[in-house]
């Protein structure tokens, strides 16, 4: 049976294995991090590269929304950090958090310690990898007709320990579900992830077993973020913070020549707007 939580309340959640703060960022913080926001230029991956093709019965394909990376980037054509096999070359050294980013990650990583049991954190666990997503619409440049694309199918987070959760914008409709998607009755918990919302989720159950995924965001308030994306209507903001242990974050110019190629394009665009990645593509 799932458990659902009225909307309607602000109220902080508690328990094993999951933590939310539906008004953890305070204003003022709130409105440091969407200015920085309008430094950064996101940008849009495809999913397989030249040396990563599209495997037997799949396509190469867009991702279905911009993204930026902190701490270390995981390209989409290097398959994402996947332990226990999927470690290496998979993590490439990114730009450092913002000093607001830095602070408010203190106290998540206090109250993670804090809230979930020991052996749901391993040890040197900290938050050192962030995605940033942008939830909205797509527009035609030709036609100018949007399509809304603010959703998530069903996935897990395979980085090691607890995953922390900050949302900006519009509520998103979230849930943990076990099972096969056409299962009944198959979804665990769902609620909405409010605007300045914290959520983090650790352990066996919510992490391990379970997947995840955003059924919809809403578009009640007509949020949209001035942000340096082309053709995209942004109305929801997501910074999913992670760990990767620093032996699997690689630099650039440490990769294999053939994984090097497939993201040189990306890191050219990055570089555009990054002395970090800039720098990273002069020691090539």
Same mark, same amino acid.
């Given at each position: 049976?799932?458990?659902?939580?009225?909307?309607?309340?602000?109220?902080?959640?508690?328990? @094993?294995? !999951?933590?939310?703060?539906?008004?953890?960022?305070? &204003?003022?913080?709130?409105?440091?991090?969407?200015?920085?926001?309008?430094?950064?230029?996101?940008?849009?991956?495809?999913?397989?590269?030249?040396?990563?093709?599209?495997?037997?019965? @799949?396509?190469?394909?867009? !991702?279905?929304?911009?993204?930026?990376?902190?701490?270390?980037?995981? =390209?989409?054509?290097?398959?994402?950090?996947?332990?226990? *096999?999927?470690?290496?070359?998979?993590?490439? &050294?990114?730009? #450092?958090?913002?000093?607001?980013?830095?602070?408010? !990650? *203190?106290?998540?990583?206090?109250?993670?310690?804090?809230? =979930?049991?020991?052996?749901?954190?391993?040890?040197?666990?900290?938050?050192?990898?962030?995605?940033?997503?942008?939830?909205?619409?797509?527009? #035609?440049?030709?036609?100018?007709? *949007?399509? $809304?694309?603010?959703?998530?199918?069903?996935?897990?987070?395979?980085?090691?320990?607890?995953?922390?959760?900050?949302?900006?914008?519009?509520?998103?409709?979230?849930?943990?579900?076990?099972?096969? &998607? @056409?299962?009944?009755?198959?979804?665990?918990?769902?609620?909405?992830? @409010? $605007?300045?919302?914290?959520?983090?989720?650790?352990?066996?159950?919510?992490? $391990?077993?379970?997947?995840?995924?955003?059924?919809?965001?809403?578009?009640?308030? *007509?949020?949209?973020? #001035?942000?340096?994306?082309?053709?995209?209507?942004?109305?929801?903001?997501?910074?999913?913070?992670?760990?990767?242990?620093?032996?699997?974050?690689?630099?650039?110019?440490?990769?294999?020549?053939?994984?090097?190629? #497939?993201?040189?394009?990306?890191?050219?665009?990055?570089?555009?707007?990054? $002395?970090?990645?800039?720098?990273? !593509?002069?020691?090539?």
């Amino acid at each position: 049976m799932s458990i659902r939580h009225n909307k309607a309340k602000k109220e902080i959640l508690r328990k @094993d294995g !999951l933590f939310y703060h539906p008004t953890f960022v305070k &204003k003022s913080e709130r409105a440091e991090i969407i200015e920085w926001l309008k430094t950064l230029h996101p940008i849009w991956e495809m999913r397989f590269s030249e040396h990563n093709p599209p495997p037997e019965g @799949d396509e190469q394909r867009q !991702l279905k929304r911009p993204v930026y990376w902190l701490g270390n980037w995981q =390209f989409a054509c290097l398959n994402y950090y996947h332990p226990p *096999k999927g470690i290496h070359n998979r993590c490439v &050294k990114g730009e #450092d958090y913002p000093p607001v980013l830095k602070k408010i !990650l *203190k106290t998540v990583e206090g109250i993670t310690k804090t809230h =979930f049991k020991k052996n749901e954190v391993p040890k040197d666990w900290n938050l050192n990898t962030c995605l940033i997503n942008f939830y909205g619409s797509s527009i #035609d440049p030709v036609t100018g007709k *949007k399509n $809304d694309t603010a959703r998530v199918g069903d996935h897990k987070d395979f980085e090691l320990g607890p995953v922390a959760s900050i949302s900006f914008g519009e509520r998103a409709f979230f849930q943990f579900v076990l099972g096969k &998607k @056409d299962l009944k009755n198959n979804i665990l918990l769902e609620q909405w992830l @409010d $605007d300045s919302s914290l959520q983090i989720f650790a352990g066996e159950l919510y992490k $391990d077993r379970a997947f995840h995924r955003v059924q919809r965001v809403e578009n009640k308030l *007509k949020t949209s973020f #001035d942000l340096n994306v082309e053709n995209f209507e942004t109305r929801r903001i997501n910074f999913t913070f992670r760990y990767v242990p620093k032996e699997h974050i690689i630099e650039f110019n440490k990769l294999p020549e053939t994984l090097q190629a #497939d993201i040189t394009p990306y890191m050219e665009e990055l570089a555009q707007n990054s $002395d970090h990645y800039r720098l990273a !593509l002069a020691k090539k």
